[in-house]
């Protein structure tokens, strides 16, 4: 009984084998067809051998330009004016545009030997307006204005409540006088030449 056992056993064993066998085998299959599959479909879709589809671009140098629009208006903030005198030169500069610094901060170096050649020309200028003071102070003060030479009163360009720097800026003076006594007559005629004689009429009316 024992002996008959035995061979069925076997041959279970070998049909188990056998069918695990095959099993492996079939799925090995089908998963190479599945690989040649997505491979097939991955060459098809974007390992073409077609030149016209191959896009292709040129490199070069060149800049980057950024333009920022807006409206409004344009003011400076927490600017100081700083008056130099001339002839003050920069002896080395420690900052480019475009750095940040904070206060405090070195910006430049100045050349000695120019600030004391500065000085020196601004301490002659203040001895000068020193000496012009000091001139100024020995006149006389004044209200009246007189006339510095004898003759005729021809014209007067100045009213009260005029600035006196400016009525003569624009005239050349307050007043004029004619020397000669004689006044001034402008005739608008072609027919007249110099040295001949003529005769004026002063017409006066009352009112």
Not at 11 to 21: K, L, P, V, W
Not at 126 to 155: F, H, I, M, P, W
Not at 181 to 191: L, N, R, T, W
């Amino acid at each position: 009984m024992k002996e008959t056992t035995r061979p069925r056993q076997a041959a279970r064993r070998r049909r188990r084998i056998r069918n695990t066998t095959i099993l492996v085998v079939a799925i090995l299959l089908l998963l190479v067809a599945v690989v040649f599959y997505l491979q097939r479909q991955v060459q098809e879709n974007y390992a073409t051998t077609d030149e016209s589809s191959v896009l292709s671009a040129e490199v070069t140098v060149g800049s980057i330009s950024t333009t920022v629009s807006g409206s409004g208006t344009l003011a400076s903030e927490d600017t100081e004016d700083v008056t130099i005198p001339s002839g003050v030169e920069i002896d080395e500069l420690y900052v480019e545009e475009g750095d940040s610094v904070e206060e405090g901060d070195l910006l430049a170096t100045i050349d000695t030997s120019s600030v004391l050649s500065a000085l020196s020309d601004v301490q002659d200028q203040l001895d000068e307006l020193d000496e012009q003071l000091e001139e100024a102070s020995e006149d006389e003060v004044s209200s009246t204005v007189t006339a510095g030479v004898s003759g005729r009163v021809k014209a007067i360009f100045a009213e009260a409540g005029d600035d006196v720097a400016t009525v003569v800026y624009e005239n050349g003076a307050l007043v004029l006088l004619s020397l000669d006594g004689y006044m001034a007559v402008d005739i608008e005629s072609s027919d007249y030449a110099v040295g001949d004689s003529v005769t004026v009429t002063v017409h006066l009316s009352m009112m």
